[in-house]
Structures are given as C-alpha cells and as structure tokens.
C-alpha cells in the first residue's frame, strides 16, 4: 500500500488565545509551526501531540458548528488515556467540563467527551 499513517488532522478554530490555552497549555501539545496568512484571513498552527499531529486553522469567517455531535465531516478527535476519572479531574480543574464517565459499549472500557473552546467533541477512551 501506499499510506503509511495518518499524517495528521485539520480542524478549524475561532480564536487564537484560547486556542493555544486548550491544546498547548492544558491538553499539552507542542506547537511546531505558527504560520500568520493574511490573504486566507487566518492563522495556521502545526501541533504535536506524541507522534501524531493537529493542523489547526484559526479565523473568525468559520460557520459554526451546524448540529452536535453528528455534523459531517471530522465527528470527534479521541485520545488514548490510562486512567479516565484522573483525567477528567486534571480537565475540571482547569475548568474543562466534562461528560459523566460511561462504559464503551464495544470495548468495556472507560471513556467520556470534553470540548475544545469551539465546541469540537474530544474523546478520552482508556
């Protein structure tokens, strides 16, 4: 085959500072690239999380969200986590809410959502 893995995903954002609080200051990723592109009206930020990496597009002409959580396109971001409770405690303490704690109907393990300053649903799943 020709894909080797997912090289990374793309989401769009409304604003810039609280886009860096979530995903570098709480969530802990690194940002790799930082680039300002005034004829797209945006901001482009490059994160790293691990190997994996988050293509984020910062502007204020995105439409909102058209419905939750079933709107087309990219449905949710999931993280790998060992203890979900210990998690979801660090979140809420840097006010973070987040969903009652459920069981994985498939998997049986732990896993709930939170959300990123612009309402895209992330997934902790241990």
């Known amino acids: ?3 080797e893995h997912i090289h990374h995903t793309a ?12 995903y570098v200051n709480i969530l802990g990723f690194s940002i790799i690239r930082e680039n300002k ?5 945006d901001i482009k930020l490059d994160l790293q999380l691990g190997n994996q990496e988050l293509e984020v597009f910062v502007s204020d002409v995105f439409p909102e969200r058209p ?15 060992v203890d979900v409770p210990k998690v ?3 979140l809420e303490s840097k006010g973070v809410a ?3 704690i459920r069981t994985d109907d498939f998997t049986g393990e732990r896993m709930t959502f939170f959300f990123d300053p612009d309402g895209l649903p992330l ?4």
Do not use: D, W
């Open 88 to 90: 979801c405690a660090y």
């Open 1 to 3: 085959m020709f894909f």
């Open 11 to 22: 989401v769009n954002a409304s604003n810039y500072e609280k886009t860096v609080q979530f």
């Open 67 to 81: 419905s939750y959580p079933e709107a087309l396109g990219l449905r949710h971001l999931a993280f790998k986590v």
């Open 123 to 126: 997934e902790i799943h241990e």
């Open 37 to 41: 592109r005034p004829e797209k009206n």
């Open 98 to 100: 987040c969903e009652p």
